[in-house]
């Protein structure tokens, strides 16, 4: 209510429309009058296209969901508008995935998940100390009786003997970066045959890969094993016959020998640390170089012609909680360290930083999320991170002008961190890229132009990623099928175990996406054109029955706890009344609800349908199937003997 006296002052209005603004003015500059001039599109800015502060709270409610276009950097003189075709859908589709290896490790667990359990549990226990510490007796308190003697309270001696006992100080994650990386499956060629290099356990096999029929030889060529307690967590290859090992506190260095027709592993040499590895990588370039990368950001660089290395100290953050980083050599001139907040050039021959780039969370919507957690380089200068938010494809060059930037932007909406990532040629002068974290479900492909960094920004199309179907939606259709149904040998747990390493592969018009988790299980996802669908044979279900057939664990004995009483049921049950019709067959439907084909021609001459279906109502059935069946063998017929009569 004014006060009495007072006129109240009417709030001048103020249109603020596309007209006023400013197109050459800062973008804080529009922003700032925007704020001034009206504040209810100033406020749906701040909530729709603001960066958004993620709080511990709101990472445990799902933040994967949070949406986030596509995007693209554009030039200085971008004028505001897109092309028609700025979004694209992917125009492939995916068979469910299904398991083309034989059953193995039947009782034993997941690895990778073990030390994510142990650290929960340890975790726990730690909340449940700090509530009986502070419902204690408050009068029990820490005294000094003298330089010999002191009074603790038995719940301090408890919390500090607990926090004294943590299984991995430095691990704090809801995902096992240790197995990040390239992961723990390649596809290697040896005398024009194709191998598949994957690790399981503290075990290396080279086995046989027919990619035509994609059938995996169940007897291993070579075999290397590490030793007990020793899982690898990442296995590489070079070109010239070389495989890296990475286990937590131990680097293995292999080279393959061909004697006649026989195929081994020889040991070339081992390297221990007492702080954790977190990468390993071959340079590009430099076919004799392997980087090792520590823990605590010490780079050892080896000459495998000469076996010694030199140390280098990376650039580092403030604490070495969750400390992942990986170092890639794909130039001429430098390597590339990719740490979880930062992307930093190294000079080859002086080891001096070139460039730092860290201003990745600038161009994301959530402040508090997005670490890097994989990276991939490309042919040219630039390079593909995953974060758990976004896939990035970044302009590496360095000038004076022009500094490293984000091209593109796609948001994978994957469930879990990332964790690896890898790409193959796809149609004309494009990269596949394909993204997977630990998490059986979350796996997502996205097509990127290998040439975008080149190209005019502003004319540049993005392509929405696309999640194929799960091996859990095989199982899902299989049970609908009343496929994998043993109750004594279930197989749910099995097929939710954590993946370690994904593989794409070109094969023809198709691509196939290998997928291997902790126990040995390799999936294949095979993604074809859509006008291909109706000549594709899904077997999945078929597969994962006749592979669950050999999964046996100890049987168990089902027992009923108890039987509910439903005898009030049948007071509540009717009678079906002696009058009600109960239809027994198509007959008696078609005979009663017949068409009026008077009525229906009616319609056609008043023109309330279409002309052109008159021709399909008044043909016989096989006729239309006969025309339909011979477009078809117009359409896809290749050979031009292949007359029609």
Known sequence: MATPGKLKKKKKEVEFSADNIDSTAPVKKILEDLRLQNEQAYNFYCQNIRQRITTKKSLQNFHFIVPGHPLNAFSNDW???????????????????????????????????????????????????????SCSNMISKYESLNE????????????????????????????????????????????WRDYLLHSEFSKLYLSEFDKNNLTIKSSPEATFDCGEEMNI??????????????????????????????????????????TPYTSISFDDYHKNILYVTTFDNNLTIVNLDRMTGRSVKLKSKGHLTNNWSTLLGSERGFYTHVSTENITLYDKR????????????????????NNISCAIPTEGQSLYIGTDHHLFLMD???????????????????????????????????DLICLSSQWCED??????????????????????????????????????????????????????????GNLIIERD???????????????????????LEIFMEDDSCQRLDEWSKSYKLERKHFEVSSIEDISHIWNKLKSVPDDYKIVENRKYIKGKDQFNKEEIFKAFEEEELDSGLLELWTNPAEETVDKSSIALNLHYSDSDDDKIK
């Open 148 to 191: 010999e003697v002191v009074h603790c309270p038995k719940h301090l001696v408890d919390m500090a003997m607990h926090l004294d006992s943590d299984p991995d100080p430095h691990f704090d994650s809801s995902y096992n970066w240790y197995y990040a990386g390239r992961g723990n499956m390649q596809l290697i060629c040896i005398h």
């Open 509 to 531: 018009d198709k691509f196939d996406i290998l997928m291997q988790n902790s126990l040995g299980d390799i999936t294949c996802h095979t993604i074809f054109p859509e006008h």
């Open 350 to 369: 002086s080891n001096n930083v070139i460039y730092l780039w860290k201003n990745l969370r600038d161009v994301t919507d959530e402040v508090g999320c």
């Open 443 to 500: 796996m997502c492909v996205v097509p990127s132009s290998n040439d975008a960094v080149a190209k005019e920004s502003d004319g540049i199309t993005v392509t929405v990623p696309y999640r194929p179907p799960s091996i859990l939606n095989t199982l899902k259709s299989a049970r609908q099928q009343l496929l994998c149904y043993d109750l004594y040998h279930p197989i749910d747990g099995r097929l939710h175990t954590a993946i370690t």
């Open 396 to 430: 590496l060059r360095y000038l004076n002008k022009h500094k490293p930037k984000p091209v593109n932007r796609w948001t994978h909406g994957m469930q879990c961190v990332p964790t690896y990532i890898s790409k193959c040629n796809f149609e004309f002068n494009k």
């Open 79 to 133: 004028d505001g508008q897109l092309i028609t075709n700025y979004f694209e859908a992917f125009s492939y589709k995916s068979l469910n995935p299904k398991i083309i290896t034989e059953l193995r490790h039947v009782n034993e667990t997941d690895p990778v998940t073990e030390i994510m359990k142990i650290k929960s549990d340890w975790q726990r226990q730690c909340r449940n100390l700090r509530v009986t510490a």
């Open 233 to 274: 967590l990442e296995t590489i290859h070079s070109s010239q016959n070389i495989v890296a090992l990475r286990t937590k506190k131990k680097v293995f260095i292999l080279k393959i020998l061909l004697n006649d027709d026989e195929i081994k592993f020889e040991k070339i040499k081992s390297a221990d640390s007492e």
